[in-house]
């Protein structure tokens, strides 16, 4: 079985500042994905960045990045340059490679961006 | 926008009785899951359709079924409705034939069992 854990419950960050959205998990699976995931107030799930359990570089999109850690089975989100639109729950996803891969989340972390 | 749609997107109806969600992948992709979202239970996976046919179940109660259709369109029907059902729930697509195969979220429907 798979498990997402996100022990923050709630985060502030200052515009303009960078924060770390912590994600650990749990898995047999030799070969894995984790995403990380947007949730705005209005609801909707967005994709923000993919990192594969092979890979050998961290993944970046834009102002995201990853820091993957696969020893200690972490998958921690650095958003750089904080936003007022950052202000959202994150969710971190992990499924195994392959079809008939349903996404397994954790409970979510809640951005508060602050002028 | 993603380029799932779904419908509706708010649904308001008493207990006992049943809806149909409505979902609509993006173009070419074959795999459509649903998802619950709830205050209690989190984000859960319901069911997975590929090509038409169940390939995936996972916490989904006997009183929810799902199809999808030739069109690749999927509709999920909740029954016997419980206050406890009130949730948002997403349909989700992915194209099954490239890496990662992101899987990529409707707006969701949130529904509300009075």
């Known amino acids: 079985a798979q498990k997402i854990t996100q022990t923050q419950p709630g985060m502030f960050v200052q515009e303009k500042e960078a924060v770390t959205l912590d994600c650990t998990y749990d898995?047999?699976?030799?070969?894995?994905?984790l995403f990380w995931y947007k949730q705005p107030s209005s609801g909707e799930m967005i994709f923000l960045i993919y990192q594969g359990s092979y890979d050998q570089q961290n993944a970046t999109e834009g102002r995201y990045s990853l820091n993957f850690q696969k020893a200690r089975k972490s998958a921690n989100l650095v958003i750089s340059a904080s936003q007022l639109g950052d202000s959202a729950m994150y969710f971190c996803a992990m499924r195994k490679t392959g079809t008939a891969s349903k996404l397994t989340f954790g409970t979510g972390t809640r951005l508060q961006v602050t002028l | 926008d993603s380029g799932v749609t779904q419908t509706p997107k708010h649904l308001i109806t008493a207990t006992g009785q049943r809806v149909t969600l409505r979902c609509s992948p993006r173009?070419?992709?074959?795999?459509v899951y649903w998802y619950q979202q709830s205050l209690d239970q989190g984000l859960q996976f319901l069911i997975q359709y590929y090509n038409g046919e169940e390939r995936a179940k996972g916490n989904i109660l006997e009183r929810f079924s799902a199809q999808q259709f030739p069109d690749l369109h999927s509709e999920l029907n909740l029954s016997s409705l419980e206050l406890g059902d009130s949730a948002l729930y997403f349909c989700?697509?992915?194209?099954?034939?490239?890496?990662?195969?992101?899987?990529?979220f409707g707006p969701g429907t949130r529904l509300t069992v009075l």
């Open positions: 173009s070419g992709d074959l795999s």
């Open positions: 989700a697509s992915s194209a099954e034939t490239k890496h990662p195969d992101t899987q990529y």
């Open positions: 898995t047999s699976d030799p070969s894995y994905g």
